[in-house]
């Protein structure tokens, strides 16, 4: 009999890439996969009664999966080598978590495993380090279009001046009181004044993103790509495409790696893109030295990812130019501490590794 495995998804647009090879390697091994929302997944165990049920976190009580069930975990989110995100999203930090019903736990990497056992809520066979099919396209090939053909790489990370947090409310005073009482654990920026600390950041960020377009693709003729968040709005960028007579563009109908393939060099800022960007061989510039110091100051030091300093460093937008002829030439390394750097996305994220995670 056909063996039948229902894959919880939590976020669509984050996850999909993931679920899509995880479905892809268990069909090829004869088994039915049928992907599900995490809000429907009783409804779906109900209909289906699945030999095994993947979920993107622990903090759905499986017990009664159990009964009849395997239960996975396959985390959606790494958390970039951070533990209190690591305990927010999948430790139990503040949050009850079922861990006793879970059969297996697949961790990111080492880092996350190390996190877990140490709140004494995991039994260590729990835990397994296979990587997440989410970077999974990290082990193919590289490819690399010709030089002329390349462009400027941004990512943006724009939640809450999206209009996107709280999802699709656009009445500010709504925005503010609800980023307020969500902010409560001080997870992004320090609280009480969490919704002001996160509205100061993101108009800093946009002040610097705005400036260096301009520096690029306006004063200069530089192509550039936007590639936003996931949860943001597209057309917020095309004010952009205006003021640069059609040089800058938004990308996203195509998946990450083969975007990187045409992207010269890349200016984001505490977006996982980065990871994804020098994985891929594209030398990453960190927007934060233009950032406002006294909004710097508002993030949490649990919130600021552990590979920035490792990554190239911009204090003006004359930089930013010799950056891209750097790049164009050639001449810019993927980041400016290599050796760290392959360190880290070893422990935090086992790659590189030989065999595809969803595989494993």
């Not at 395997?70 to 930090?93: C, I, K, R, W, Y």
């Not at 400027?152 to 009482?181: C, H, V, Y």
């Not at 800058?248 to 800022?269: C, D, G, K, P, Q």
Request: aromatic content about 10%; overall charge negative.
């Amino acid at each position: 009999m056909v063996k039948t495995v229902l894959v919880a998804i939590d976020q669509s647009k984050r996850e999909l890439i993931g679920a899509y090879m995880l479905e892809h390697c268990l069909s090829s091994m004869g088994m039915r996969t049928i992907p599900c929302s995490h809000v429907d997944l009783e409804h779906y165990y109900a209909r289906y009664n699945p030999d095994a049920v993947v979920l993107p976190n622990a903090f759905y009580d499986s017990s009664n999966i159990a009964i009849n069930s395997l239960v996975f975990v396959l985390p959606s989110e790494s958390a970039n080598g951070m533990p209190d995100q690591v305990l927010n999203t999948h430790g139990g930090a503040a949050d009850l978590i079922y861990s006793e019903p879970v059969t297996r736990f697949f961790c990111w990497g080492t880092g996350m495993r190390n996190v877990l056992l140490e709140t004494e809520k995991w039994r260590p066979e729990q835990l397994v380090v296979t990587g997440n099919p989410s970077t999974d396209h990290w082990l193919l090939p590289s490819r690399k279009n010709a030089v002329e053909e390349s462009v400027i790489g941004l990512s943006t990370t724009f939640r809450s001046l999206s209009g996107n947090t709280p999802a699709r409310k656009t009445n500010l005073l709504q925005l503010i009181d609800s980023i307020e009482l969500e902010g409560s654990n001080g997870s992004y920026y320090d609280f009480p004044e969490h919704a002001e600390s996160w509205i100061f950041f993101e108009a800093s960020l946009a002040r610097v993103v705005a400036g260096i377009l301009r520096a690029l693709s306006v004063e200069r003729l530089e192509r550039a790509e936007i590639r936003p968040h996931p949860l943001e709005s597209d057309w917020r960028y095309d004010f952009f495409h205006n003021i640069s007579d059609g040089r800058i563009n938004v990308v996203r109908t195509i998946h990450m790696t083969e975007w990187l393939a045409n992207v010269s060099v890349l200016f984001t800022y505490l977006s996982a893109s980065a990871l994804d960007a020098v994985v891929r061989g594209v030398p990453v510039v960190s927007l934060k030295g233009l950032v406002d110091t006294d909004a710097l100051r508002k993030i949490p030091d649990a919130f600021s990812y552990p590979y920035d300093d490792m990554l190239w460093q911009i204090h003006d937008f004359d930089q930013a130019i010799e950056y891209v002829e750097l790049a164009r030439e050639g001449k810019l390394p993927r980041c400016r501490d290599d050796k760290r750097f392959r360190e880290f996305i070893l422990h935090e994220f086992a790659f590189p590794r030989e065999f595809p995670a969803a595989e494993l």
